[in-house]
């Protein structure tokens, strides 16, 4: 199974350390950044399932990297983390779609949790949004919901060929694949033709 891969920004050295090293003790693939925009260039040049971030940073902050974060990568799981906790700075980024907020020092038994938790979340986001983009085909009769220009759910069943035909423009030119090559040609000899 790939290792999930964490993305620690925070302007503190030892947070970045002490985090690193904690995640990656318990089969994270942790990278880490000083700074916010640090932290958007790695995000930018590859791809991680959790960024942590610290709220407060020089430049830009943690609430500003989230709305870039949800912006580019809605369903990546993001938590925030702080030294300075209030409620409304909680409710904010919870708001803006954190899936989590910590109060430093963490606890790591406790971030390990939240961590979980968090990419249990980015997991549910990844198969929804699938899902989403899967076509609706009968499990009976194959043919598939258009729902273009209707609410979803509303449109009309149509043949596969119908549908490529309305979606591209194209005739479907019919072709056997080898197991059906074969069922046809031994029905045919079956039947004598």
Known sequence: MQKKRI????DEKIILK?????????????DTAESAEEGLVKLRQGSYNLLISDLLMDGMNGVDLLKKVRASNPDMAVCLITGYADLA??????RLGADDYLVKPCD????LLRV???????ELRKKVRYFENILPVCAVCKKIRDDAGKEP????????????????????RPAYCVKCARKVKDNSQFRGE
């Open 116 to 122: 979980q938790r968090a990419l249990k979340k980015e």
């Open 89 to 94: 700075s909680a409710i904010e980024a919870l």
């Open 108 to 111: 790591m038994e406790e971030l």
């Open 153 to 172: 759910g509303e449109g009309e069943w149509v043949d596969l060929e119908q549908y490529l035909r309305r979606k591209t423009g194209v005739e479907i």
């Open 7 to 10: 993305l620690v920004v925070d």
């Open 18 to 30: 002490t985090l690193s090293w904690g995640l990656g003790h318990h089969g994270y693939e942790v």
